[in-house]
Nanobody
């Protein structure tokens, strides 16, 4: 049973920063594709950023240059540093793991473990 738990969400003014954390099992962090996804009200869930087991990362065009995904295997934690937040970033953010892959992690269709989500709200 893989369990993921997000934290670090909140409300911030445009231009501000937040750092999300995802606590997971050692096996998940060390052996699976990991990613951050988000879903705004009335919209479908979308990929924000993913990280391969070996470390390479891929970002959605909308967050490139502003968000950074990283992981600490020793702490069994995945992070999403979000800088220069904008109102359009407002969404529920989810941490996810894909036990089926170790690389080429951008496709969202096979992620099979999900956290409960943490809300990020950005005001003008």
């Amino acid at each position: 049973q893989v369990q993921l738990r997000e934290s670090g969400g909140g409300s911030v003014q445009a231009g501000g920063s937040l750092r999300l954390s995802c606590a997971g099992s050692g096996a998940t962090i060390n052996s699976f594709c990991m990613g951050w996804f988000r879903q705004a009200p009335g919209k479908e869930r979308e990929v924000v950023a993913v990280i391969d087991v070996a470390g390479p990362t891929t970002y959605a065009n909308s967050v490139k240059g502003r968000f950074t995904i990283s992981k600490d295997n020793a702490k069994r934690t995945l992070y999403l540093q979000m800088d220069n937040l904008q109102p359009e970033d407002t969404a529920m953010y989810y941490c996810a793991a894909d036990s089926r892959r170790t690389h080429y992690c951008y496709s969202p269709f096979t992620y099979n473990y999900w956290g409960q989500g943490t809300q990020v709200t950005v005001s003008s």
